[in-house]
């Protein structure tokens, strides 16, 4: 008989707890740096407090990875539990939080500790986490596990709108969304999470029309795909992404949507992202 699964993840993907019950996932946070404090995303700070805080400061936060010792005191607790365990996390084109688990991991030899790179955040991070960890509930190996998973980061993605590019561009995230640069503050720059990168897709003239044009974008990509995990982010923007969350699940056949998931975009991710920011986050099976 194998031995049981265990989950391991950052605080970047954004899984409301309702959907953590009953299911073997961890989850490791990520830090946001703040002048002379340093706080854990999601524990020290809420997204609420966060948001609120960031509006009205002159010292723009900056974010840390999970530490390789964060990393050691969850793995040495989880083989003492008996656990193999299956690591999946922030892109490694986005964080240096895969390279603390392979160098925490170094300190288990013979330990059954694999890690996955999602490619991905968010919740689009949080549906690969949550399909492995079904997987391992209903008894599946790590091995099968693993399989699972790398198949999962191209079958998933996020489509999203950004008040400003200013937070990107400042925390070094920006990658081909630099394209955007200096666009004109009326246009919307519509981003997407692709191989593993922040990529720009296309500037819209409003945000209401740019919302829009992100539900035909994740609609295209269903492509061939029968059913959909559908996730809508916001950083402190809820009405708006409670719009866009009805108006996805109006365009999308009920049969091919899954389920659908109201999730606050982390602290940390929101260190990168801004205020204001709205998006999908999926995963096609």
Same mark, same amino acid.
């Given at each position: 008989m194998s031995a049981k699964v265990a989950i391991v993840t950052d605080s970047t993907c954004g899984i409301p707890d309702r959907y953590l @019950?009953?299911?073997?996932?961890?989850?490791?946070?990520?830090?946001?740096?703040?002048?002379?404090?340093?706080?854990?995303?999601?524990?020290?700070?809420?997204?609420?407090?966060?948001?609120?805080?960031?509006s &009205?400061?002159?010292?723009?936060?900056?974010?840390?990875?999970? *530490?390789?010792?964060?990393?050691?005191?969850?793995?040495?607790?989880l083989i003492n539990e008996g656990y193999d365990i299956l690591s999946i996390h922030i892109s490694s084109r986005l964080s240096g939080t895969i390279d603390s688990a392979i160098q925490a991991r170094a300190n288990f030899p013979g330990a059954q500790i694999e890690i996955v790179d999602s490619l991905v955040t968010s919740m689009a991070l949080g549906f690969q986490v949550l399909q492995i960890a079904r997987m391992a509930k209903d008894g599946a190996s790590l091995q099968e596990c693993k399989q699972a998973a790398l198949q999962l980061p191209e079958r998933s993605g996020a489509t999203f709108v950004v008040s400003t590019l200013e937070f990107l561009h400042r925390g070094g995230r920006i990658g081909g969304a630099s394209a955007f640069l200096g666009t004109a503050l009326d246009l919307k720059p519509i981003l997407e999470l692709k191989e593993g990168r922040i990529e720009a897709v296309e500037r819209v003239r409003t945000k209401s029309?740019?919302?829009?044009? *992100?539900?035909?974008?994740?609609?295209?990509?269903? &492509?061939?795909?029968?059913?959909?995990?559908?996730?809508?982010? &916001?950083? &402190?923007?809820? *009405? @708006?992404?409670?719009?866009?969350?009805?108006e996805v699940t109006k365009a999308l056949p009920a049969e091919v949507v899954v389920e659908t998931v109201f999730s606050e975009v982390s602290p940390v991710i929101g260190t990168h992202t801004g205020p204001g920011t709205v998006?999908?986050?999926f995963l096609f099976e």
């Amino acid at each position: 008989m194998s031995a049981k699964v265990a989950i391991v993840t950052d605080s970047t993907c954004g899984i409301p707890d309702r959907y953590l @019950e009953g299911l073997p996932i961890y989850i490791l946070p990520l830090q946001v740096i703040w002048g002379e404090s340093t706080y854990q995303d999601g524990i020290d700070i809420t997204p609420a407090e966060f948001y609120h805080a960031l509006s &009205n400061t002159k010292v723009m936060p900056t974010t840390s990875q999970v *530490t390789p010792a964060a990393f050691m005191k969850i793995y040495e607790q989880l083989i003492n539990e008996g656990y193999d365990i299956l690591s999946i996390h922030i892109s490694s084109r986005l964080s240096g939080t895969i390279d603390s688990a392979i160098q925490a991991r170094a300190n288990f030899p013979g330990a059954q500790i694999e890690i996955v790179d999602s490619l991905v955040t968010s919740m689009a991070l949080g549906f690969q986490v949550l399909q492995i960890a079904r997987m391992a509930k209903d008894g599946a190996s790590l091995q099968e596990c693993k399989q699972a998973a790398l198949q999962l980061p191209e079958r998933s993605g996020a489509t999203f709108v950004v008040s400003t590019l200013e937070f990107l561009h400042r925390g070094g995230r920006i990658g081909g969304a630099s394209a955007f640069l200096g666009t004109a503050l009326d246009l919307k720059p519509i981003l997407e999470l692709k191989e593993g990168r922040i990529e720009a897709v296309e500037r819209v003239r409003t945000k209401s029309k740019a919302l829009k044009r *992100t539900i035909e974008l994740v609609q295209s990509k269903l &492509n061939g795909h029968k059913k959909i995990h559908l996730a809508c982010l &916001n950083a &402190n923007a809820p *009405t @708006e992404a409670q719009i866009l969350l009805d108006e996805v699940t109006k365009a999308l056949p009920a049969e091919v949507v899954v389920e659908t998931v109201f999730s606050e975009v982390s602290p940390v991710i929101g260190t990168h992202t801004g205020p204001g920011t709205v998006g999908l986050a999926f995963l096609f099976e």
